[in-house]
């Protein structure tokens, strides 16, 4: 058996400009300066400008031309990867050391391994994680009845708050499981306090939802909001409780935790809170596009590149200048 990663489009610019315009334009080239689909033709032989370290100027792949606009453009316009000077198919190598690694992969590691500078590597693993966030709602979880775990956890330290009893001073992550399909919705919060927690999980869980907790006291007025509230009390070592035909307990979502944490403090070790939202995402895809779901390696990468479509992020974006939490 070969290694996955001598496939073409790993190892060959024209190949991966191939293998990309296959997973972004399915039915064709659609140009993004007037969306025309029609008149759209490849230039073939077009170089860069000469430049003392390419005196010939660099062949510019996948290259193609609106004859209705008259506007030029590549399967990268529009997307994370526009404008970067990464050659694509170092793109492909990235996304696919992210998408297989189970608790991720550091920058460190990506600069050492595709031969990129670490301040690269650092910002190619940005725009990736901005391809693996969803960025909506989509269908409530729990929608069919089913039952919908929920739990929070804490990550790190808030900067400038000092130390204190307690977990006032840390961040928070909360995490919401659909146990029925097996998916997950994490999101940093302010805090833990009902204030914080209700309005997303009113917004991200159906009604006629069975939802479940530990014995947290935010969580006490949930049964006025769902069809049903059960709890598990983990402060009197009870884990898991059966009544009738319920099985109760939070043991799925800790599970997402513990490959989040062991993601988070034993690849990444540190985070700025201000890219904690693209951590989360990142665990968050991976989790639900996993191999129990029946979704591979190359799979899971190819439905990240799918993510990368009008996600414009600018460096100064990556740095948090410009990008909510």
């Known amino acids: 058996m070969s290694s996955v990663l001598n496939e073409p489009y790993f190892q060959d610019e024209a190949a991966a400009f191939e293998r990309l315009e296959a997973i972004i334009w399915k039915n064709g080239p659609v140009c993004p300066h007037c969306g025309g689909t029609d008149r759209i033709g490849a230039l073939t032989g077009v ?67 595709l031969g990129v500078t670490l301040q690269t590597a650092w910002f190619m693993s940005h725009r990736l994680r901005e391809a693996m966030r969803s960025g909506d709602l989509a269908v409530p979880f729990g929608s069919d009845g089913g039952a919908v775990e929920i739990d929070e956890t804490f990550i790190g330290k808030k900067e400038g708050v000092p130390v204190r009893r307690g977990y006032a001073h840390k961040r928070a992550v909360l995490s919401l499981v659909d146990r029925n399909t097996k998916q997950v919705r994490s999101y940093h919060v302010d805090g833990t306090s009902a204030r914080d927690l209700l309005p997303i999980i009113k917004a991200n869980v159906a009604k006629e ?26 402060g009197k070592d009870e884990y898991v409780r059966y009544e009738d035909e319920k099985v109760i307990h939070t043991n799925t979502v800790e599970g997402y935790y513990s490959i989040f944490k062991r993601g988070m403090k034993g690849i990444y070790q540190h985070c700025a809170e201000k890219h904690l939202h693209r951590y989360v995402a990142e665990f968050d895809f991976r989790y639900n596009n996993r191999v129990k779901l029946g979704c591979g390696d190359l799979e899971r990468t190819e439905r990240a590149l799918h993510g990368i479509i009008g996600k414009r992020l600018t460096y100064l974006d990556s740095l948090g200048a410009s990008c909510p939490n």
């Open 47 to 113: 170089r860069s400008k000469p430049s003392k370290k390419n005196p010939e100027g660099i062949e510019r792949h996948g290259l193609k031309k609106c004859y209705a606009c008259r506007g030029q453009f590549t399967v990268r316009k529009g997307t994370v990867f526009e404008d970067s000077k990464v050659p694509l198919h170092i793109w492909f190598q990235a996304a696919y050391l992210m998408c297989s690694s189970k608790k991720g992969v550091s920058s460190n590691q990506l600069h050492r391994t």
């Open 209 to 234: 939802a069975a939802v479940m907790t530990d014995e947290a006291g935010q969580y006490l007025e949930l049964g006025k909001s769902f069809a049903s509230h059960d709890s598990v009390n983990h």
